[in-house]
Nanobody, 116 residues
Framework: QVQLVESGGGLVQAGGSLRLSCTVS????????MGWYRQAPGKQRELVAS???????TYVESVKGRFTISRDNAKNTVYLQMNSLKPEDTAVYYC??????????WGQGTLVTVSL
């Protein structure tokens, strides 16, 4: 069974940084786009950042200039570097991957809490 395993969440003060990692249990050759979503309490899940197979990056407006998504195909891993964190970034962050057969995979989620 293909899995996405996330790590890197935690508690950080406003202005701090965290790096999330998401490792896929299959070769990146079988993965198209990957992304990070987040869901804050009482809110809908939103796409934070994505990276296509060809390396095209997209970001939600609220994180532009602060977050960076990247992928290391050799390690089957996608990262989300989060800098200048704000309390409103507090959420459960989910990794997402689209397989070449169009099936969509989700990680279990990792909690990011940003305190004042």
């Amino acid at each position: 069974q293909v899995q996405l395993v996330e790590s890197g969440g935690g508690l950080v003060q406003a202005g701090g940084s965290l790096r999330l990692s998401c490792t896929v249990s299959i070769s990146m050759l079988f993965i198209n786009g990957m992304g990070w979503y987040r869901q804050a309490p009482g809110k809908q899940r939103e796409l934070v950042a994505s990276i296509s197979r060809g390396g095209t990056l997209t970001y939600v407006e609220s994180v532009k200039g602060r977050f960076t998504i990247s992928r290391d195909n050799a390690k089957n891993t996608v990262y989300l570097q989060m800098n200048s964190l704000k309390p409103e970034d507090t959420a459960v962050y989910y990794c997402n991957a689209e397989r070449v057969d169009s099936r969509v995979l989700w990680g279990q989620g990792t909690l990011v809490t940003v305190s004042l």
